[in-house]
């Protein structure tokens, strides 16, 4: 049972341009999301998160967006560039000790 | 910037033998965790680890699998008698505490069992 979804393994985005991942989930309890990036032969880095208190999180590039009523969070990242290009992981904190419930990624590619 | 660590950054094993993955987390959290992640799956949570005892583990986390915090800063999943399906990508967490959910992982242990 997938209650983190990314259905988009992967996108391509030229440098400059606008990157939107997307996250569904299935649990309206869920109050609390996060976004990871991730390297190859390299752990998730913390990206940025959102809680379910409020539709919309930026740091700098990122921003988060989060629609409740729909069980939808979306990623934009802007401007893209190069260095983005990584795997992309939507996660939830679930339960009392908070483990982390991860969707499949999305692997996005930013080209020059 | 405080950050996990984790060594060995990879470990070959015979099939049957047992191997201890280590890591630091970050000197003030209260709460680690053990993930991983077989070649192109999810990642998959295995145990959480708060006030020195495990607080959750999953249906993966077996009699094969046991964790440590044995002084204070070093955490430990030690695994047994390795099979082959042990495979994987193995990533320790750690994590301040409510009302911050962050968890910062390490780089991560490859564990190829032959």
């Known amino acids: 049972d997938q209650q983190v979804k990314q259905n988009s393994p992967s996108l391509s985005v030229q440098e400059g341009r606008i990157s939107i991942l997307n996250c569904d989930y299935t649990?309206?309890?869920?109050?609390?999301f996060l976004w990871y990036k991730k390297y190859p032969a390299e752990g998730p880095t913390f990206l940025i998160s959102?809680?379910?208190i409020k539709d919309k999180n930026e740091d700098g590039r990122f921003t988060v967006f989060l629609n409740k009523s729909a069980k939808h969070l979306s990623l934009h990242i802007v401007p893209s560039q190069p260095g983005d290009s990584a795997v992309y992981f939507c996660?939830?904190?679930?339960?009392?000790?908070?483990?982390?419930?991860w969707g499949l990624g999305t692997s996005l590619a930013v080209n020059p | 910037e405080p950050e996990v660590t984790q060594t060995p950054s990879h470990q070959v094993t015979q099939m049957g033998q047992e191997v201890i993955l280590r890591c630091v987390p970050i000197?003030?959290?209260?709460?680690f965790y053990w993930y991983r992640q077989i070649l192109g799956q999810k990642v998959e949570f295995l145990v959480s680890?708060?006030?020195?005892?495990?607080?959750?583990k999953s249906e993966i986390f077996d009699d094969q699998f046991s964790v440590e915090r044995p002084d204070g800063s070093n955490f430990t999943l030690k695994i047994r008698s390795t099979k082959l399906e042990d495979s994987a990508m193995y990533f320790c967490?750690?994590?301040?505490?409510?009302?911050?959910?962050?968890?910062?992982f390490g780089p991560g242990t490859r564990l190829t069992v032959t």
């Open positions: 996660a939830v904190p679930a339960g009392n000790n908070r483990k982390l419930i």
């Open positions: 649990n309206s309890m869920f109050d609390y």
């Open positions: 959102i809680s379910s």
């Open positions: 000197s003030n959290h209260l709460y």
């Open positions: 680890f708060y006030n020195n005892e495990i607080s959750e």
């Open positions: 967490a750690s994590q301040r505490g409510a009302p911050e959910y962050e968890q910062y």
